[in-house]
């Protein structure tokens, strides 16, 4: 299916870890912190491929080292600066954290408290979210299906429809699982977090925010994209290779990931969470907390990147577990925005790296670099070996084993797994099928492992009954440091028969371009619809749209019961027929099959297209009539984008001010505004 809409980016972490190298590095003369900070990030630049890269390290009550790399524009002679300002993300999450536990502190909110006792207007179709308490919110364990983001990614517009009507969405919906079985990053979790912090308080997030944490920690550069300050401070952003900047990029679900910050201030605001400015210490300690222990989740003695608090992506973190130091990391991505916050509470420290482009993951490493380095230099001794696993040899493996052989799934990649009498596990990555399948081997500590005996694959049987695929390794990227991987990355799918009929119907919608009916004008769902289109065919698990098993010819279920990243943002699928044609609807979010759209009129004269009350973008094929101009008077409140017969954009009043196109071979136009906008064009 190629559904034209923002996916995740999930991959299966094993591939990375074994691209990378295991070998211990070389002694040599240690650098200065200065020269790691550096270093570490112009590595994160060049993993990533970021334009620029901004950071600072904050240390007992002040920042104590600023600095960049890269570029803040492809084609203006301007630098980059201390005050440069970027997206942090979901970095955010810490922001609505705090919020929720200074409320808590002051008697208001409850952390074990239902969810309804704050949110009254807060109802799904599935009895069991009077279960959710404001605490899975935090810790990712409320069982919702994961994250509303329809009309929430916005060019240059800062309206906050998507945070307004999700309440509207989610009562209409089912959970994925029951409430605190496991945690699993859910953005729609603290979207209702910021709901309670404004309900409660009766004051707009971002004051509360600015009142309550940003004055007292003497911050003055971090803002929400509604805010009133100079937007001419963010980093530019870029689509590829093109040299044209993007309009500001507005996530306008502020308490989950709008906030924009300079290195300094968020490494500040990290800074005031290692004492008391903020909260009280034990609200300190129940953030830090291992909150994903509270559920499913793999009894490994080997770190992950994930191991939730509230709030926190991780409460341990390499190099720093290994050494009896605790580190709470963060990690946040826009789609043209990345962050990193690390945070050593012990030492009052904080590190943050945020870029234009590149990845979260990178900019998280390069700031525990960064920390890793300022306290040797103190002279805290530090482990910083590989934490290798133990040696296994070969063995016989139990005949029975070969019954883990079908396939597995996570949200974004489902597998083809298969286990031999000889002891020898392939997996093949369905989603992914350019890469190699994997082959692993029997050993006697039960796991199966790579050649190098580095990268380890095992089978776990839970208490839900799930039968788990779980991975273990850890990577090491050189002048970043170490990325362990001890998860889950899939589990077992139930053989779900269905009918010939059924089948080849959902074959059918699964090979089928579908166009978003529902998006805002400046979406940024519109630009991401050339990297959804340029997505290989792949291979499908039987009876499975995806990881949704498919019920009937109109729909498809989300089951998945898959803690940590891979369970994340499930999809539950109903197709619906329109006068004959085939829509989609996707968690609430509405799509027509491409080949619903009529061919544009190009006559003579004007002509006009009109958005309806409906508000749904109106869409048209090129059709036969390639190489003709257009020319289109854009009304207020609205926007048009054309895309070519690969599905790249070549015009577009929102990204460029394009007021003409030339109408591209097999290409699309879509026009996008209020109910009423009136568009008119002609052709020649």
């Known amino acids: ?34 020269e790691t900070a550096l270093a570490a990030a ?149 979207t209702l977090a910021e709901l309670v912090v404004e309900t409660v308080t009766g004051m707009e997030f971002m004051d509360y925010v600015r009142t309550h944490m940003l004055k007292p920690a003497g911050l003055e ?88 608090g509230l709030g926190w992506d991780a409460v341990e973190w390499l190099p720093f577990s290994q050494s009896g130091i605790q580190a709470l990391v963060k990690g946040g991505d826009t789609l043209r925005y990345h962050a990193g916050l690390v945070v050593i509470p012990e030492y009052h420290m904080a590190a943050a790296v945020l870029s234009s482009g590149g990845a979260s993951a990178y900019n998280e490493m390069a700031a525990a670099q960064m920390l890793a380095a300022a306290l040797k230099a103190q002279g805290v001794a530090l482990d910083e070996s590989l934490p290798l696993l133990p040696e296994a040899a070969l063995a016989a493996m139990p005949t029975e084993l070969t019954e883990y052989t079908g396939y597995y799934g996570s949200t974004a990649a489902q597998y083809r797994v298969d286990v031999t009498a000889d ?50 390794g850890v ?9 362990p ?14 009918s010939p009929e059924v089948q080849a119907a959902w074959d059918r919608y699964l090979s089928t371009s579908f166009l978003p009916m529902g998006e805002k004008y400046s979406s940024q769902t519109y630009l991401a619809l050339a990297d959804s289109a340029a ?16 019920v009937d010819a109109a729909s498809a279920r989300y089951e998945l019961q898959l803690p940590g990243a891979g369970g994340r943002d499930g999809q539950e699928i109903h197709v619906l027929d329109r006068n004959g044609t085939t829509w989609m609807e996707v968690n609430g ?31 048209y094929q090129v059709g036969q009539h390639a190489g003709k101009a257009m020319t289109v008077q854009v009304p207020e409140n609205a926007g048009f984008w054309v895309y070519d017969g690969s599905g790249q954009v070549t015009a577009s009043s929102v990204l460029w001010g394009d007021t003409t196109a030339v109408l591209p071979q097999d290409g699309f136009v879509v026009f996008a505004g209020d109910p009423g906008a009136r568009f008119r064009l002609s052709f020649r």
């Open 423 to 472: 002891g020898t596990l392939t997996m093949g990555i369905l989603t992914m099928p350019s890469v190699p399948a994997m082959t692993f081997t029997y050993r006697d500590d039960g796991t199966f492992r790579d050649t190098t005996g580095q990268a380890a694959m095992s089978f776990v049987t839970e208490s839900n009954g799930q039968i788990y695929l779980c991975q273990q």
């Open 42 to 190: 112009q590595g994160a630049q060049t993993y990533g491929g970021a334009d620029s890269v901004q950071y600072a390290l904050w240390q007992d009550g002040k920042v104590v080292l600023t600095g960049s790399c890269g570029n803040y524009s492809r084609t203006e002679n301007r630098a980059l600066t201390p005050d440069t300002l970027y997206g942090i993300g979901s970095v955010s999450k810490i922001y609505t954290t705090a919020a929720v536990m200074q409320l808590a502190e002051a008697g208001r909110v409850s952390l074990d408290a239902p969810l309804t006792r704050y949110l009254k207007g807060f109802k799904m179709a599935d009895t069991r979210y009077r279960q959710i308490t404001v605490r899975m919110l935090l810790n990712h364990s409320s069982g919702l299906m994961g994250s509303h983001y329809e009309n929430a990614i916005l060019f240059g517009d800062t309206d906050s429809i998507a945070a307004d009507s999700l309440l509207e969405q989610l009562s209409t919906q089912r959970l994925k699982a029951d409430p605190g079985a496991y945690s699993v990053y859910c953005n729609d979790g603290f």
């Open 535 to 550: 997505q290989t065919a792949v291979e499908l698990v039987p009876g499975y749209a995806g990881a949704s098993r498919i």
């Open 221 to 308: 550069n971090t803002f929400a994209p509604g805010d009133d300050f100079d937007t001419g401070r963010l980093a530019r952003t870029y689509r590829g290779a093109d040299t044209r900047a993007l309009p500001r990029d507005c996530l306008n679900l502020v308490g989950t990931g709008g906030i924009y910050a300079t290195a300094s201030d968020l490494a500040a605001f990290g800074g005031a969470l290692t004492g008391t400015k903020l909260l009280r210490q034990s609200s300190l300690n129940a953030m830090a907390a291992p909150e994903y222990d509270r559920g499913i989740w793999p009894d490994l003695d080997t770190p992950d990147v994930l191991s939730y």
């Open 589 to 619: 979010a509405l799509y027509m099959s491409a080949e619903g759209a009529p061919v544009i009129y190009t006559g003579a004269g004007w002509s006009y297209s009109t958005v309806q009350a409906d508000g749904y973008a109106r869409w």
């Open 485 to 498: 991987t001890a998860n889950y990355a899939a589990v077992k799918l139930p053989e779900n028969p269905i």
């Open 475 to 483: 990577g090491h990227l050189p002048g970043l440091g170490m990325m």
């Open 1 to 34: 299916m190629k559904l034209w809409k923002r996916g995740s980016a999930l991959l299966l972490a094993l591939v990375l870890a074994l691209s990378l190298s295991v070998s211990a590095m070389a002694e040599e003369a240690a650098p200065s912190p200065e």
